[in-house]
Structures are given as C-alpha cells and as structure tokens.
C-alpha cells in the first residue's frame, strides 16, 4: 500500500510539478488591543494549498510597538494557470483570558496583490485592526 500512495504521488508531481512558479505577496497594517498598540503580535504569511492548513517555510513577523506591521514573502507557489490564494494569519492573546493556545484570525488577500516572481509587485493595505472583534470563524492555536 505504501510503494502504491508513494508511485501516485510521484506520478502527480510529474504530471503537475513542472508547472509550478514562484508568486509573491505582501501585507501591511496596525492592530490593536482595545485601545492599546498590540505589540509583540506574531503575523504570518503562507498559501492555501487546496485547503491544506500547512506551513510551507511561510514568512512570519511582529508587531513592533506600535502595532504597525509589514509582511512580505517569496514562498508561494502557483501553478502558471492560477495563482494559490494567499492567506494571512494573525496569532495573538488579545480579550482571551486565560485560556489556553492563541486566537487565530485568517484573511485571503486579494488575488490582484499577489504578483509572479519573487518578489510583491503591490503592497495590500490591511488598515487597522481591533482584535478584541469577535469572528465568526476564529481559530485556536497551541504553537509558540
């Protein structure tokens, strides 16, 4: 069964590998904690492979202290046809509590700022951000 699952993905990267290309994105904004800068915030930039939830050496920063942020990356990868959406995640302990892992808050950026090559042809503007909100579809993390 193992010599099978591995010849399937050889043939898939054959078939498909080939047609992979660099993309590449950026993202910059502030956030907040109540009214407060949240500093020390990690943010992280990685591709949404066909709703695979992997980190693929994704590009993580911080906040600095004024909760500004800036990040940028060329470790996406896309197909020529089409681009893999980029997805931008926040991992912060902002109106938590004491509860366990870290709230996890993910956006897509929009297909038009991520651009062929190594690096960001445009930066996305993120603006401001409260992470007392509330989502919907809030995530947890346990990692560090």
Known sequence: MRLF???????FFLKFGVSLRFQAASIKGRL????????????????????MDVDKNSDQFWTDRD???????????????APVPAIFRIFH???????????????RI???YVSKGKE???VFDF???NLEIQPFDEERSTEN
Do not use: Q, Y
Not at 67 to 81: D, M, R, Y
């Open 67 to 81: 909760g500004n942020f800036s990040v940028f990356g060329p470790t996406l990868e896309g197909s020529a046809k």
């Open 110 to 112: 929009p297909d038009s």
């Open 127 to 129: 603006g401001l951000l």
């Open 32 to 51: 907040l904690c109540g009214n407060v800068a949240a500093i020390g915030v990690r943010v992280k930039l990685w591709p949404d492979d066909l709703g």
């Open 5 to 11: 699952s591995s010849f399937i993905i050889f043939i």
């Open 93 to 107: 302990d902002c109106n938590d509590g004491n509860r366990a892992g870290l709230r996890v808050f993910k956006f």
């Open 120 to 122: 960001a042809k445009k």
